[in-house]
């Protein structure tokens, strides 16, 4: 049986990991290449990297395919990574520096054609879409530009396209959930998963364990994200896992 | 000790490397015919299409240096398209021949379920073997793919796993094996597989 996963999420900017809330009032969590290694001990099931200084100044793709290629020489377990990607050949350098995925967000919105490109080049297992989701007015509102610019996008309609262009899974972040550590959008997760058959991965909220189920067991998410639930409290993907095993939830066995 | 692991123009090589790099052997890249004469032990990784694998393949002579390895009892082992590839031919965009070194057909995955199967997914032993010692019966694997291995003889299954169905995902056949799953990207489990391959003398 295929199993659930927990992702640790590490955001970048200026070569450090950092972390904010709603995506802004980022505070510097440590250096991204050590807190790789402690995932890897600690047995998480993926990895998934984003730059978050992607399309504003300081961006540095150099580094970030730096960064990369030391983390895969010593985590062996899948990488996503992304933040700013807008062409096949920015693609295929993260998958030559030793991304499995890379994560696609505001340039599948802004050109939508690149996700048919890249998934007929490296697959579709390659090409992850990223979706910074608010609830405004009673819709699933599309941000791009890291949260900034709100887009005429809504969720649903959104990932039925994707998923035609090719996309190989969703990462669906609740925006105004983001850092809050109140748990996820359950019914933004519900909506995504009933229009794919793609992998969901839930992002933005997790604070508990609990949250971690609910994503799981009441809106039938395929991954959970973290990063605050793991970055501020003594929690760590072992404990997590203990925890959803017991509470039923089919997760990978490592010993 | 001389560990060769194939470059032939089918993806990223370089996981594979660091991982033997990380069990504690000094594995390096070979892509001519005369540098697979000098190896003790070959991998073949890949990902990517069957058809263009075989044409690579050829076009850069190694398919009679890969015969030649194998008819030395020297182990060889395919990862992911490299382990469909030992298949007697491949199905992925129309049918080619494939290196014919365990009777099998490589066809798309028809079942329950979205594909590729990727994911974390355990194995369902049959028979024992040697790049399994020491690692537990009911742990966890990295998968990605959209074809598997259809065995002609049961007697050439190691394991299966199960995704909507139950198909094979070992292979082997004296000094031969190869695993579906990505062993260089399934932590702990995976590195130990690849150690014991640099152990292995190649016999069952």
């Not at chain 1, 793991?230 to 010993?255: E, Q, T």
């Not at chain 2, 052997?25 to 070959?42: G, N, S």
């Not at chain 2, 066809?107 to 024992?128: K, M, S, T, Y």
């Amino acid at each position: 049986m295929l199993k659930k996963r927990i992702i640790p999420m590490l955001l970048l900017s200026q070569g450090r990991m950092v972390k904010g809330k709603q995506f802004s009032a980022f505070r510097d969590t440590g250096d991204p290449v050590s807190a790789a290694r402690i995932y890897n001990a600690q047995f998480a099931d993926e990895l998934v990297f984003l730059d978050v200084d992607a399309n504003r100044q300081g961006s540095d793709f150099e580094q970030l395919l730096n960064l990369i290629d030391k983390v895969s020489s010593e985590c062996f377990m899948p990488l996503s990574v992304g933040g700013g990607v807008n062409s096949v050949e920015q693609v295929r350098r993260l998958v030559q520096s030793g991304a499995d995925k890379v994560v696609i967000t505001t340039a599948a919105i802004e050109n939508p054609g690149l996700i048919n490109d890249a998934s007929a080049i490296f697959g579709r297992q390659c090409i992850v879409v990223g979706l910074d989701v608010k609830r405004e007015d009673g819709a699933y509102r599309l941000y791009s530009h890291c949260g900034r610019h709100k887009t005429e996008r809504e969720l649903e309609e959104f990932i039925r396209d994707m998923t035609q262009r090719g996309a190989g899974e969703f990462i669906v972040n609740a925006v105004d959930r983001d850092g809050m550590m109140q748990g996820y959008d359950l019914d933004m997760i519900k909506c995504a998963k009933a229009v794919t058959d793609r992998p969901v991965l839930a992002a933005g909220g997790a604070g508990t364990f609990a949250h971690l189920a609910a994503a799981f067991q009441e809106a039938n998410a395929d991954a959970v994200v973290c990063a605050s639930i793991f970055h501020f409290g003594d929690n760590n993907p072992i404990r997590a896992r203990s925890h959803l095993l017991n509470a039923g939830v089919p997760m990978k066995l490592i010993k | 000790m001389n560990i060769g692991v194939l470059n032939y123009g089918m993806g990223n090589i370089k996981s594979v490397l660091n991982a033997i790099d990380a069990v504690g052997y000094d594995a390096h890249v070979v892509a001519a015919p005369d540098q697979l004469a000098e190896l003790t032990h070959l991998i073949i990784p890949g990902v990517g299409a069957f058809g263009n694998a075989m044409a690579n393949l050829a076009s850069a002579a190694l398919l009679e240096a890969i015969h030649d390895h194998v008819q030395q009892g020297r182990p060889l082992m395919g990862v992911c398209l490299g382990m469909q590839l030992l298949a007697t031919q491949g199905e992925e965009g129309g049918v080619n021949a494939g290196l014919d070194l365990i009777p099998g057909v490589v066809r798309h995955l028809e079942v329950d379920g979205p594909v590729p199967h990727v994911g974390w997914n355990a194995l369902i032993h049959h028979q024992e073997h040697p790049i399994f010692q020491g690692v537990k019966k009911h742990v966890d694997f990295y998968f990605v793919h959209s074809y598997y291995f259809a065995a002609q003889d049961r007697r050439h299954v190691i394991a299966e796993t199960e995704y909507g169905a139950s198909f094979p995902v070992v292979v082997g056949r004296d000094n031969i094996v190869g695993v579906q799953f990505h062993p260089e990207k399934s932590q702990d489990n995976g590195l130990k597989i690849l150690e014991n391959f640099c152990e292995w003398d190649g016999r069952c």
